[in-house]
C-alpha cells in the first residue's frame, strides 16, 4: 500500500512498517468538534499486541496528494479485533473524512514508532500537558500508571470530552488557547516549578502542538533540570 501513499509511505516501507486496513463500524458525536469512529482492526491487534498510548498513521487524501495523521487508540480489544478513535474536528482532510464517514468505509493505516516504556523507578507524581488532539493518549497514560496522581494542564476543548481522570488522583487544570500556545507554556513556566519541588519521582509528560511542546519541552530539559528518561514530548499537530 506504501506506493500510494508518496515519499513518506515510502520511508515507512523501508523502516519496515506494517500496513492494514481498518473497518468502520459505527460513530459517535461526542461534541459539535469531537467524534468518535469506532473499527474493526483489520489483524492490527494480533499482529502487534497493544501497549497504553499505542497510535496508528491514518492515510488520507487532500488535493490529489496522500497525508497521513496519527491517532491513539481507545478500549482496544484484541479478542474482538475493535478499537476506536477520537477526533477533535477542525479543518483538514482527517477532521473532513470523520465528519461525513459511515459504517462499511475502509481506510488505510501504518504502524510504525509506536511504543511504551514504563518510567523506572514509577514516577510519584505524572505532570501532563496536552489538548484535545492529545485527549486519548493522556487517559491512556492515566490508566496505564493508575494509581499515580497526577497533574494535567489541558489547553481548550469542551467541558464535556471525555476525560477519564479521577478527580479523587487527577487534578485538571484547563488552560485557554491564546497566542498560538504561549499563554500555555506561560501558565505551565508559572505553575510547574514548584510542583516539582513537592515530587521525589516525578514525570513530565508533554503532548500539544508542534511549537508548544518544542518549546516547553525545552524548559522542563533545560531549565527545570528533569532527566530525559523522567519526560517525553511529542508534537501532535503543526498550526496553521
Not at 92 to 113: K, N
Not at 144 to 159: C, H, M, N, Q, S
Not at 187 to 206: F, M, N, R, T
Amino acid at each position: 500500500m506504501a506506493q500510494g501513499h508518496g515519499w513518506e509511505g515510502a520511508v515507512l516501507k523501508l523502516l519496515r512498517a506494517k500496513d492494514f486496513v481498518f473497518t468502520v463500524t459505527g460513530t459517535e458525536t461526542v461534541t459539535p468538534d469531537y467524534r468518535r469512529v469506532h473499527f474493526t482492526d483489520g489483524g492490527l491487534l494480533a499482529a502487534g499486541g497493544v501497549h497504553p498510548t499505542m497510535w496508528v498513521r491514518l492515510w488520507f487524501t487532500a488535493g490529489g496528494k496522500p497525508h497521513q495523521r496519527a491517532y491513539t487508540l481507545v478500549d482496544p480489544d484484541p479478542a474482538a479485533g475493535a478499537f476506536s478513535l477520537e477526533f477533535a474536528l477542525h479543518e483538514g482532510p482527517a477532521s473532513d473524512w470523520a465528519r461525513s464517514v459511515r459504517p462499511g468505509a475502509t481506510i488505510e493505516a501504518t504502524v510504525h514508532g509506536t511504543g511504551f516504556e514504563r518510567p523506572d523507578p514509577s514516577p510519584s507524581h505524572v505532570f501532563a500537558i496536552g489538548d484535545p488532539a492529545s485527549l486519548p493518549a493522556i487517559n491512556s497514560l492515566l490508566a496505564a500508571l493508575d494509581p499515580v496522581p497526577a497533574t494535567i494542564w489541558f489547553e481548550g476543548g469542551e467541558d464535556d470530552l471525555p476525560f477519564r481522570a479521577d478527580p479523587a488522583r487527577h487534578e485538571l487544570r484547563r488552560v485557554l488557547r491564546l497566542d498560538s500556545g504561549a499563554h500555555l507554556v506561560a501558565q505551565v513556566q508559572a505553575e510547574l516549578p514548584d510542583l516539582l519541588k513537592g515530587s521525589s519521582e516525578p514525570y513530565v509528560w508533554i503532548a500539544c502542538d508542534t511549537a508548544t511542546t518544542r518549546s516547553l519541552s525545552s524548559y522542563v530539559r533545560k531549565e527545570l533540570g528533569v532527566p530525559r528518561q523522567r519526560m517525553h514530548a511529542l508534537g501532535y499537530w503543526r498550526a496553521g
